[in-house]
């Protein structure tokens, strides 16, 4: 009798052994899968309230910008570009806009273009800052003061580049929330493909982030892609085809660190016989552009962007520049990052394709600057 209670016990035991690897990676991936939703929903709300500076210099009157845009074909640096222009209006100022081109020496003749004018100020409009090196010396010596969106991987001020202050979203954030929404859309069992750009060393930490983040929860990365931005029209056709040839259905969703990726994908995707909404499913960690918009609006190859709200970085680098002209320090503010999907996509400016909280940011600057 002894005997057989503990043959029982024994058995009973084993089966609660074999059967507890299975029941905590079940607790697990119930944990990370509410981890991810809760990141989704705190940045999917609508955007309302000003938390940005409320004190700062009067409009320093009669300047003259430059925004040197590395490549207007960028739905994010376009954006970008036009907020400038926006504010530059409302603070009274001249704007002249360069095209870098999207090529190193594209925006090398640019950066001398800008010098030639000798400007007030200069915005350095999506590229790498450390790209232009010499010409960020020049400025210097120079004392044009210089402010940059996405310029490098750190916000604020990069005294060691001579920019006054680097505008942006928290990156990680950005990368964080795209990377949530394909685990917790892929039912904690994503199959990602990761495009990015090792020419900007902001891309790689934002894909190096949702590799790690899409790891860190148990979903899997087939394959990181390094593909330049500025060749995507050229490469993303061909690269689409070749895997899905390669992955099959095991690519449930792509991440990019950029909407412009997937401005190209969509013929080769519907060639392949995919529709709209099919896996793979695409995200893009940035910017939030009108294709994007259109897209998602639409349920056209990409559900999800996880946008900046580009026109008021535009006010924002205005408002940087002048407290920079005026001798002061930078303002501190980090803007506010939005995931769009269909569900949201018609709030927070979805009729103007674009993410522009309806924060009151305009009236905000309008009166620190005293207009």
């Known amino acids: 009798m002894q005997r057989r209670t503990f043959l029982r016990s024994s058995v009973a035991l084993m089966a609660v052994a074999i059967a507890a690897p299975a029941l905590f990676a079940g607790e697990a991936r119930a944990d ?37 845009a590395g490549d207007l074909k960028n739905g994010g640096i376009l954006g970008v570009t036009t907020g400038v222009e926006e504010a530059a209006k409302a603070i009274g100022w001249e704007v002249k806009v360069i095209d870098g081109a999207g090529s190193i020496g594209g925006r090398t003749a640019a950066f ?22 010499p010409a960020l010396e020049q400025a210097k010596a120079a004392g044009i003061p210089l402010v940059s969106w996405h310029a490098g991987p750190v916000i604020g001020p990069d005294e060691k580049n001579g920019v ?10 950005v990368s964080t929330a795209a990377a949530d929404w394909a685990y917790a859309d892929a039912k904690g069992k994503p199959g990602v493909i990761i495009f990015t ?52 259905d095991a690519w449930t969703h792509s991440l990019a660190i950029n909407d412009l990726y997937f401005d190209f994908m969509g013929p080769s995707l519907a060639a392949a016989g995919k529709a709209g909404t099919d896996a793979p499913i695409n995200v893009a960690a940035g910017d939030g552009s009108e294709s994007a918009y259109q897209r998602i609006r639409a349920g056209q190859f990409q559900k999800v962007t996880v946008a900046e709200p580009l026109n008021l970085q535009g006010w ?3 408002d940087e520049l002048n407290r920079a002209i005026a001798g002061e320090k930078w303002s501190g503010y980090l803007s506010p990052l939005h995931v769009v999907t269909a569900d949201n996509v018609e709030f927070d400016g979805g009729p103007k394709n674009a993410f522009d909280p309806d924060n009151g940011y305009r009236d905000q600057y309008k009166k620190i600057w005293g207009k």
């Not at 705190?42 to 430059?66: F, L, N, R, S």
């Not at 001398?112 to 090196?133: H, R, T």
């Not at 006054?164 to 954030?173: C, G, I, L, Y």
Request: charged share 20%.
């Open 32 to 68: 990370a899968m509410a981890d991810a939703m809760a990141v989704v929903q705190k940045y999917a709300q609508k955007v309302t309230a000003w938390d940005g500076p409320t004190t700062g210099p009067k409009a320093q009157e009669g300047k003259t910008i430059v925004v040197l």
């Open 316 to 318: 924002q680098l205005v």
């Open 112 to 133: 001398g273009q800008a010098m030639a004018l000798k400007p007030s100020g200069i915005v350095i409009n999506g590229f790498d800052a450390v790209e232009q090196a």
């Open 164 to 173: 006054f202050a680097n505008v942006s979203t928290d990156a990680m954030q």
């Open 197 to 248: 750009d090792s020419t900007y060393a902001i891309a790689i930490a934002k894909a190096d982030k949702m590799k790690a983040e899409i790891e860190r929860l148990g979903g899997k990365v087939l394959e990181y892609v390094d593909t330049p931005i500025a060749e995507t029209s050229q490469r993303m056709p061909q690269l689409t085809t070749s895997l899905l040839q390669k992955y099959g």
